[in-house]
């Protein structure tokens, strides 16, 4: 990092109020004193100092809205079947932007767009579990490209991000910190969300700031606990100081994984989709030209590869299929009314007019990881294809509820994605990286519903809003000599329907799928994970003519091809794009948890219930949990350690005097009861998983052991198909001391707390 020091800024570097590593509200260093000072008032001049820059008079405020996993033709607005009717509201009052791009996934994106900068370039080339110690992959944003919340907070607004983050290296998403990667770290007074890529919507979790929240009785969506914090934050903020602008970032956890809402919403779409995905993109299609959003002459795409024409679906495939789609429609309406209560409020409390709302639907295409078929959970899917089709026709209410993980089938992703091809994450093409965006500013902005088709990306945002702000980026902020913004403001854009692109050369990488932009054709490869990057096919598309990437023209234009691959090798040099990087063979050093490669992970009664990147298990792997008692009664009981307990989990606890591990799998329990008593005074208890592996779900896949005081006193075999130690419910995690959420065993019910003297579980990893 180039931290500045020199005489001139030693003093206020030093005065700088830092909270490990976080400045904790505008850099307000000391200054000169000009008056006079003497030995009595009378004989002294007072002298006015303006600690923190105020913005100007009028200055308006800004709200920047992202969607997740949301396609081009999904909603309305832009020619889809979902109704979003605030969203469309918004869109008719203001400014529709066709032609903007994402940088085709969720970390990557959210980079860019906060900091104006590729995604390379902030060192965020992929997902954040995806770490590797190169500069555009070690998931280190760097101090000098600041945020957009940093350079407002600087120019005198209060700054408040709600949501998801996926930002911090995971090795510091916990309350060890260190926490200057954290929004609050990253120019937010404020935030109030969730840190990894998705969580349950119906039991999300949360943090406020820095703390950890309990949400173990909470009973209402995601949305409703967004839209009701940003309501408060606005509503403190301008009952405090009415003429200070703020900045809210809102990051709904909706439209990912897992599509779960409540019932009334899913209905009201109860057999809209029954048509299937193919007349679904024939309507859309023909919506998208009557709206203006694309060209007359645009032609369906073939469907992706692998996708069945709707009508050769089977009865209880179109049923439980369309079903699918009308869960996720459902969430997407309803997410659409939570942000309308922001509106409605900014409108009631008379600041609408004066605010600047950049609304961003998707941070890439379409969802593709519901497969062919969709998911729901484990226990579903493990299941026959028809006898999947059956349990899901005749348990129907499940869908949409925290007792599923859904995500919707490959065909109504190819469908939101219209007119464009392929999914999230492919970024060969436009399927991934297409995304609308809508900007309404009634102050600002006189072309009221109208349509600009200019090319842009998602880093042209941030430089943007400066320019309807009349911002300059600050050279230096928090200390740090800043470099330089990459976005090409769009802002021309607002006030010219007919000007030019400004944007005209952009490349895309994700995962070794690549490709790059330059006035009007783009050169792209599908990468398939595990191939050689040398063998990868470039394609060549005139999207001046071929809008959607229907014809190849490699073949015919070959020297064209060449130059636009000199162009992404350029671009790639210039933003720490290589090494090309494949996921699917990447070490992940630090990534999966915070706990990154540590052998031994030391948990300690007390300690929150722990899920998602902090969990210290995963599947596929052995370890052995020891849990450190002291028996002082041996009447003691109650639960050591649990994992899971909603599908799947495994448990070790005492009950009537006796060591139990119970292990569930797809609903069924298992045990290993010790019949030696546990003797009185300290002791260990430990049991092991022993994973070896197995091809069928019936063949022995490893076993498990029971041992006190290093004492074997069970064993049991597993299969594969009864090998899953975790729950998929992002609700259900680890607990030491109880089982906090869903019992894992039969035999007690939660939580089951110990009753006796537990000093720590340990979990060792097998080398």
Same mark, same amino acid.
């Given at each position: 990092?180039? %931290?500045?020091?020199? &005489?001139?800024n $030693? =003093? @206020? !570097?030093?005065? /700088?109020? #830092?909270?490990?590593?976080?400045?904790?509200?505008?850099y307000?260093?000391?200054?000169?004193?000009?008056?006079?000072?003497?030995?009595?008032?009378?004989?002294?001049?007072?002298?006015?100092?303006?600690?923190?820059?105020?913005?100007?008079?009028?200055?308006?405020?800004?709200?920047?809205?992202?969607?997740?996993?949301?396609?081009?033709?999904?909603?309305?607005?832009?020619?889809?079947?979902?109704?979003?009717?605030?969203?469309?509201?918004?869109?008719?009052?203001?400014?529709?932007?066709?032609?903007?791009?994402?940088?085709?996934?969720?970390?990557?994106?959210?980079?860019?767009?906060?900091?104006? %900068?590729?995604?390379? &370039?902030?060192? $965020? =080339? @992929? !997902?954040?579990? /995806?770490? #590797?110690?190169?500069?555009?992959?070690?998931?280190?944003?760097?101090f000098?490209?600041?945020?957009?919340?940093?350079?407002?907070?600087?120019?005198?607004?209060?700054?408040?991000?709600?949501?998801?983050?996926?930002?911090?290296?995971?090795?510091?998403?916990?309350?060890?910190?260190?926490?200057?990667r954290?929004?609050?770290?990253?120019?937010?007074?404020?935030?109030?969300?969730?840190?990894?890529?998705?969580?349950?919507?119906?039991?999300?979790?949360?943090?406020?700031?820095?703390t950890?929240?309990?949400?173990?009785?909470?009973?209402?969506?995601?949305?409703?606990?967004?839209?009701?914090r940003?309501?408060?934050?606005?509503?403190?903020?301008?009952?405090?100081?009415?003429?200070?602008?703020?900045?809210?970032?809102?990051?709904?956890?909706?439209?990912?994984?897992?599509?779960?809402?409540?019932?009334?919403?899913?209905?009201?779409y109860?057999?809209?989709?029954?048509?299937?995905?193919?007349?679904?993109?024939?309507?859309?299609?023909?919506?998208?030209?009557?709206?203006?959003?694309?060209?007359?002459?645009?032609?369906?795409?073939?469907?992706?590869?692998?996708?069945?024409?709707?009508?050769?679906?089977?009865?209880?495939?179109?049923?439980?299929?369309?079903?699918?789609?009308?869960?996720y429609?459902?969430?997407?309406t309803?997410?659409?009314?939570?942000?309308?209560?922001?509106?409605?409020?900014?409108?009631?409390?008379?600041?609408?007019?004066?605010?600047?709302?950049?609304l961003?639907?998707?941070?890439?295409?379409?969802?593709?990881?519901?497969t062919?078929?969709?998911?729901?959970?484990?226990?579903?899917?493990?299941?026959?294809?028809?006898?999947?089709?059956?349990?899901?026709?005749?348990?129907?209410?499940?869908?949409?509820?925290?007792?599923?993980?859904m995500?919707?089938?490959?065909?109504?992703?190819?469908?939101?994605?219209?007119?464009?091809?392929?999914y999230?994450?492919?970024?060969?093409?436009?399927?991934?990286?297409?995304?609308?965006?809508?900007?309404?500013?009634?102050?600002?902005?006189?072309?009221k519903?109208?349509?600009?088709?200019?090319?842009?990306?998602?880093?042209?945002?941030?430089?943007?809003?400066?320019?309807?702000?009349?911002?300059?980026?600050?050279?230096?902020?928090?200390?740090?000599?800043?470099?330089?913004?990459?976005?090409?403001?769009?802002?021309?854009?607002?006030?010219?329907?007919?000007?030019?692109?400004?944007?005209?050369?952009?490349?895309?990488?994700?995962?070794?799928?690549?490709?790059?932009?330059?006035?009007?054709?783009?050169?792209e490869?599908?990468?398939?994970?595990?191939?050689?990057?040398?063998?990868?096919?470039?394609?060549l598309?005139?999207?001046?003519?071929?809008?959607n990437?229907?014809?190849?023209?490699?073949?015919?234009?070959?020297?064209?091809?060449?130059?636009?691959?000199?162009?992404?090798?350029?671009?790639?040099?210039?933003?720490?794009v290589?090494?090309?990087k494949?996921?699917?063979?990447?070490?992940?050093?630090?990534?999966?948890?915070?706990?990154?490669n540590?052998?031994?992970?030391?948990?300690?009664?007390?300690?929150d219930?722990?899920y998602?990147?902090?969990?210290?298990?995963?599947?596929?792997?052995?370890?052995?949990?020891?849990?450190?008692?002291?028996?002082?009664?041996?009447?003691?009981?109650?639960?050591?350690?649990?994992?899971?307990?909603?599908?799947?989990?495994?448990?070790?606890?005492i009950?009537?005097?006796?060591?139990?591990?119970?292990?569930?799998?797809?609903?069924?329990?298992?045990?290993?009861?010790a019949?030696?008593?546990?003797?009185?005074?300290?002791?260990d208890?430990?049991?092991?998983?022993?994973y070896t592996?197995?091809?069928?779900?019936?063949?022995?896949?490893?076993?498990?052991?029971?041992?006190?005081?290093?004492?074997k006193?069970?064993?049991?075999?597993?299969?594969?198909?009864?090998?899953?130690?975790?729950?998929?419910?992002?609700?259900?995690?680890?607990?030491?001391g109880?089982?906090?959420?869903?019992?894992?065993?039969?035999?007690?019910?939660?939580?089951?707390?110990?009753?006796?003297?537990?000093?720590?579980?340990?979990?060792?990893?097998?080398?």
């Amino acid at each position: 990092m180039k %931290r500045i020091v020199n &005489s001139k800024n $030693i =003093g @206020l !570097l030093s005065s /700088a109020l #830092m909270l490990g590593g976080t400045v904790a509200a505008q850099y307000s260093p000391q200054q000169p004193f000009t008056g006079k000072i003497g030995t009595t008032l009378p004989e002294s001049v007072p002298a006015k100092i303006d600690y923190n820059k105020k913005a100007v008079a009028g200055a308006p405020n800004v709200i920047w809205i992202l969607i997740d996993d949301a396609g081009f033709g999904a909603t309305r607005p832009f020619g889809g079947l979902i109704e979003t009717p605030n969203i469309e509201q918004l869109a008719n009052n203001g400014l529709r932007f066709t032609n903007f791009h994402t940088t085709g996934i969720s970390s990557p994106t959210r980079a860019a767009l906060l900091t104006g %900068r590729n995604h390379h &370039s902030v060192h $965020i =080339g @992929l !997902l954040t579990p /995806a770490v #590797m110690d190169f500069p555009g992959y070690d998931t280190r944003m760097p101090f000098e490209k600041a945020t957009v919340a940093e350079i407002l907070r600087e120019n005198g607004y209060n700054t408040f991000a709600l949501g998801k983050w996926h930002l911090t290296p995971v090795v510091e998403n916990s309350q060890a910190g260190p926490f200057n990667r954290w929004p609050t770290g990253r120019g937010f007074d404020n935030f109030y969300g969730f840190l990894p890529g998705a969580t349950d919507q119906w039991h999300p979790e949360l943090w406020e700031d820095q703390t950890k929240l309990n949400t173990t009785s909470n009973t209402r969506h995601l949305n409703e606990l967004l839209a009701d914090r940003a309501i408060k934050y606005i509503a403190n903020q301008k009952s405090s100081d009415p003429e200070k602008p703020f900045f809210l970032y809102l990051a709904t956890g909706a439209t990912h994984a897992p599509h779960q809402v409540a019932g009334e919403w899913i209905d009201s779409y109860k057999g809209k989709f029954d048509e299937g995905w193919d007349v679904y993109r024939e309507k859309t299609l023909k919506r998208q030209k009557e709206l203006g959003i694309i060209p007359e002459n645009v032609v369906l795409p073939t469907r992706n590869p692998g996708i069945k024409s709707w009508d050769s679906l089977s009865e209880k495939e179109k049923k439980v299929y369309a079903r699918f789609m009308e869960t996720y429609a459902g969430f997407y309406t309803y997410t659409d009314y939570e942000i309308g209560r922001i509106i409605n409020y900014l409108e009631q409390t008379d600041f609408l007019d004066n605010t600047l709302i950049v609304l961003v639907l998707g941070d890439n295409g379409a969802s593709r990881e519901g497969t062919f078929t969709g998911r729901i959970n484990q226990r579903f899917d493990s299941l026959g294809e028809e006898e999947r089709l059956d349990a899901i026709l005749q348990n129907g209410d499940i869908l949409g509820t925290d007792l599923t993980r859904m995500n919707y089938p490959l065909g109504w992703a190819m469908a939101a994605n219209t007119p464009f091809r392929y999914y999230k994450s492919n970024v060969n093409a436009e399927g991934a990286t297409r995304n609308p965006v809508i900007f309404h500013y009634p102050k600002g902005i006189t072309d009221k519903g109208g349509i600009r088709h200019q090319y842009g990306h998602v880093i042209d945002l941030l430089p943007t809003t400066l320019d309807i702000l009349n911002i300059n980026a600050n050279e230096v902020i928090n200390g740090y000599r800043q470099e330089p913004i990459e976005g090409i403001s769009a802002a021309y854009a607002i006030d010219d329907a007919k000007a030019p692109s400004k944007h005209t050369v952009q490349y895309y990488e994700i995962a070794g799928s690549r490709s790059v932009y330059k006035d009007g054709w783009k050169a792209e490869t599908l990468h398939t994970e595990g191939a050689p990057m040398e063998n990868d096919v470039w394609e060549l598309y005139n999207l001046n003519e071929d809008y959607n990437e229907r014809i190849d023209l490699a073949q015919k234009y070959p020297g064209k091809l060449k130059e636009l691959q000199s162009v992404f090798d350029r671009e790639a040099r210039k933003y720490n794009v290589y090494p090309l990087k494949d996921f699917s063979v990447a070490r992940m050093p630090e990534g999966r948890t915070i706990y990154g490669n540590t052998p031994d992970i030391v948990l300690y009664p007390g300690v929150d219930h722990l899920y998602g990147v902090n969990s210290p298990l995963y599947e596929r792997t052995s370890f052995s949990v020891t849990a450190h008692i002291k028996i002082v009664t041996g009447k003691e009981e109650g639960v050591l350690f649990a994992i899971g307990g909603d599908v799947n989990g495994i448990s070790l606890f005492i009950k009537e005097g006796k060591l139990h591990f119970a292990h569930k799998a797809k609903n069924q329990v298992e045990h290993l009861i010790a019949e030696e008593a546990i003797p009185v005074g300290p002791g260990d208890l430990r049991f092991e998983y022993e994973y070896t592996g197995a091809s069928g779900a019936n063949q022995i896949a490893g076993k498990e052991r029971l041992f006190i005081n290093d004492k074997k006193v069970g064993e049991r075999a597993f299969t594969r198909a009864g090998a899953n130690v975790s729950g998929l419910s992002g609700f259900d995690g680890t607990d030491v001391g109880q089982d906090s959420h869903y019992a894992v065993s039969d035999k007690y019910t939660v939580p089951f707390a110990f009753t006796g003297k537990l000093k720590k579980v340990t979990i060792r990893h097998s080398k």
